[in-house]
């Protein structure tokens, strides 16, 4: 049996815990969560000035290598691995996105959805302490492979296919309409570099790239599993 005083002292605890936000605080927080808006709008745009340098990049190979019917194709060959450095560094960028995203959506679902609903928002709760520790403790949400996984099906995808069937289509039709298998090697080669070896060296990089994007997406799907499961739970 608890005493008067331990009683007191529970039902104090337990106002301190339901406490709402007051005007004040409520200002606070919509100021803070223009500032997360604004953030993750700035390196938005970063991801898209990455994608725009992809884009120019691919844009300025094609116009090389289909130039003439005698350009070589190794320009389309080179830029696929161009493109591969624009894609790590524009996973980077979006790991730093992701933290400003995730602090504005978590604002949106568990701060405005409810004041918007008429429900309680407590200060002391599960989003409030979970955004706190953020701000004390910041980190990535996502691994840079991850990150890669996600801007590579988003967008880096058809980058890539573009550079494909430009490399294996400049191979098929210039100078004339490949005849036999030795004219593809032929056309491939590149001084010393057997052709063999640049088309399948091109099959195992556009391989690989699908590869990394089927494990990222399945690492994702887990992931969102765990939480949902864990949400339910809670």
């Not at 980077?92 to 996105?97: G, I, L, V």
């Not at 032929?186 to 790239?209: E, I, K, N, T």
């Amino acid at each position: 049996m608890s005493t008067p005083a331990q009683g007191g002292a529970q039902a104090a605890a337990g106002a301190a815990s339901a406490r709402i936000f007051s005007a004040a605080e409520i200002g606070a927080i919509a100021h803070l969560y223009r500032a997360e808006i604004y953030r993750s709008t700035v390196w938005r745009t970063r991801l898209d000035s990455t994608t725009n340098w992809a884009v120019v990049t691919t844009g300025i190979a094609l116009s090389a290598t289909f130039s003439s019917a005698d350009a070589s194709p190794l320009p389309m060959a080179l830029v696929g691995l161009i493109v591969s450095v624009f894609l790590l560094l524009e996973a980077r960028r979006y790991r730093y996105f992701n933290i400003w995203r995730a602090r504005a959506r978590l604002l949106e679902t568990d701060f405005f959805t409810p004041m918007l609903r008429g429900e309680p928002y407590p200060v002391n709760s599960d989003w409030s302490r979970l955004l706190a520790r953020d701000y004390c403790e910041p980190r990535y949400h996502v691994s840079l492979a991850r990150a890669a996984g996600r801007r590579l099906r988003r967008t880096y995808c058809w980058i890539f296919l573009i550079q494909a069937v430009s490399y294996y289509g400049k191979l098929a039709i210039h100078p004339h309409p490949l005849t036999s298998v030795a004219d593809l090697w032929a056309r491939a080669a590149v001084g010393p570099v057997p052709g063999q070896v640049l088309v399948f060296a091109g099959l195992l990089f556009h391989l690989s790239w699908m590869v990394f994007a089927d494990v990222t997406l399945r690492l994702d799907r887990r992931d969102w599993r765990i939480r949902r499961s864990l949400i339910a739970v809670g």
